[in-house]
């Protein structure tokens, strides 16, 4: 079973994904947050094996408590997710420790694919992505 937790601080936005995660086989989720500054103390009680982390959030960016949370539990593997434009973060998300990114706007089976694909140790990385930082190393002196 693939323990999940929730982090967003839109109510809509996280019980839609707590809803679309509660009805995959093999995965339950453990705990939900509104906030960055609730992460370390809930994963510490709730011992998720994947957290689902919004980058945009009140005075903690997902980010940050991305960066927080791997120090207190290093095992935890992090999706962030966002509605910003990728290249704001196509460097930040992976420096900050993230196992990947998930789209906003993107197929809502993307989710339980990349919860899936990080719990097994994979990364989860759009092809935009991708394809952006492959061309930037190609361009680089």
Not at 101 to 127: E, M, Y
Request: charged share 20%.
């Amino acid at each position: 079973m693939i323990r999940v937790l929730v982090v967003d601080d839109h109510d809509f936005v996280r019980t839609q994904l707590v809803a679309l995660l509660d009805r995959c086989a093999g995965i339950q989720v453990v705990g939900q947050c509104s906030a960055g500054e609730q992460v370390v103390g809930t994963a510490a009680r709730v011992i998720p094996d994947v957290v689902v982390m919004d980058v945009q959030m009140g005075a903690m960016s997902g980010l940050v408590a991305t960066r927080e949370l791997l120090v207190a539990q290093p095992s935890v593997r992090v999706l962030v997710l966002t509605a910003s434009p990728l290249r704001t973060l196509k460097y930040d998300a992976p420096a900050s420790g993230a196992h990947g990114l998930l789209l906003k706007s993107g197929d809502p089976n993307d989710v339980v694919s990349a919860v899936r694909t990080t719990a097994a140790g994979g990364c989860w990385w759009p092809r935009e992505l991708t394809d952006d930082r492959a061309r930037d190393r190609a361009d680089a002196p």
